[in-house]
């Protein structure tokens, strides 16, 4: 009887330890999964809200009295902005997707990696920020109170006939929302697996955070007021010039055209038919997209072991190819405008035109992971050297 209680016993304890090490194993998985949902949350919360309408924001700044009233905001509530790219909210799927694909990739080191109680407990706060903007800016006023600040710093409010200006109703409160989203998941990943971590994420939150800077560099200085940056337009505009003027159409290039404050550079286009003109800020000549193209080419030389020689090689070659991709961008959006009409052109340029050069920079990341994972430089040298001493060969034979 005492041996069959002690074989008992035996048989509970095994047990007992067997469900801890379950635990202990799957406990490990928590906080990976924890982060993903809450980098996740947010964004699913949004995109719910945008597609119901059911966003906050609004109200209108009222010049004629100088303060806010209630209004359908109908830059949020009457257009899905996960659709739209530049000054829209289909970068936080991009993000959200390469997100998701660095997790995977590193998911041994996540699932490992051990953090301390207070960290995770500051982890949890941070990562919880967003989602609770989300709900604080669509539920409990701080919508009306980011309105305000904007105004008061000077975002251009009203049009001259007293509507409602995109540039406060939707620019403002998106750039806001990509810097808080960027700055949290940010801290929020650095406090649970520290500089490992953000090494581990940082071609989606640089993406995040480059979104948001751009954003916000635009809403504060808008229609090509920051020179620095504005200079770029220029080369870029007279790049998609050449390339309209080698299709067979009669171009114009016009430099400076003046709106207020700016100096833009301008394109007049015909067919012959139909004429369309445009002129060009820095946003619309894709110069963010070559500083994103900086960050991220930067941030991925960091992760791999190329020689510093092939990695300068490399960056200049894509830099060519990005400078390149903004000027076919403004070539097509010309295009566009000049047979499709100008709703059709806008739909182009917010949508369509803003992927090409997310679509050059991680096509020519894969191209230099492809020819670096197959050695395709030393097998293209070693191809060269045969044929050459094969050329030589050849001619050493002719000559006798």
Not at 10 to 31: F, Q, T, V
Not at 46 to 51: A, G, I, P, S, V
Not at 264 to 291: E, F, K, M, N, R
Request: aromatic share 16%; proline share 3%.
């Amino acid at each position: 009887m005492a041996l069959a209680m002690a074989n008992l016993q035996s048989i509970k304890n095994l047990e007992n330890k067997i469900d801890l090490m379950r635990w202990a194993n799957l406990r490990k998985y928590l906080l990976p999964v924890a982060l993903i949902v809450c980098v996740a949350l947010p964004i699913l919360m949004l995109c719910f809200l945008d597609y119901q309408n059911l966003e906050g924001y609004n109200y209108r700044y009222d010049s004629a009295t100088g303060g806010f009233e209630k209004w359908s905001n109908t830059y949020f509530n009457q257009n899905f902005s996960f659709d739209v790219t530049w000054k829209g909210r289909m970068f936080y799927l991009i993000f959200l997707w390469l997100f998701l694909i660095e997790a995977a990739f590193g998911w041994k080191v996540l699932v490992e990696k051990k953090a301390r109680k207070p960290f995770i407990a500051a982890f949890f706060v941070l990562a919880l920020i967003p989602t609770a903007y989300v709900l604080a800016t669509n539920f409990f006023g701080l919508d009306l109170q980011i309105l305000k600040t904007g105004q008061a710093i000077g975002i251009p409010s009203t049009t001259a006939d007293n509507t409602p200006w995109d540039f406060l109703h939707l620019f403002w409160p998106l750039s806001v929302e990509y810097i808080v989203f960027a700055v949290f998941f940010i801290a929020a990943v650095f406090m649970l697996y520290n500089l490992k971590g953000l090494k581990m994420f940082s071609i989606s939150l640089t993406l995040l955070a480059a979104m948001g800077a751009a954003y916000m560099i635009d809403t504060l200085f808008p229609f090509g007021v920051l020179r620095p940056l504005q200079e770029i337009a220029l080369p870029v505009t007279a790049t998609a010039a050449a390339l309209l003027d080698i299709s067979g159409f009669n171009v114009i290039l016009n430099y400076p055209v003046y709106s207020g404050d700016s100096l833009l550079p301008g394109l007049t286009v015909s067919d012959g038919t139909s004429t369309a003109s445009i002129t060009v800020a820095w946003a619309c000549a894709g110069v963010y997209s070559l500083l994103l193209y900086v960050l991220i080419m930067l941030v991925f030389f960091k992760k791999t072991n190329i020689t510093s020689f092939r990695k300068l090689a490399y960056f200049v070659i894509g830099l060519f190819g990005i400078f390149f991709t903004a000027a076919l961008r403004i070539y097509y959006i010309v295009l566009v405008f000049l047979y499709d009409g100008r709703d059709a052109g806008l739909t182009f340029h917010n949508t369509y035109g803003e992927l090409f050069g997310f679509a050059w920079i991680f096509t020519f990341i894969l191209t230099i992971i492809f020819v670096e994972r197959f050695s395709l430089i030393e097998k293209a040298r070693k191809i060269g050297s045969r044929l050459i001493q094969l050329n030589q060969h050849t001619q050493q034979e002719a000559d006798l």
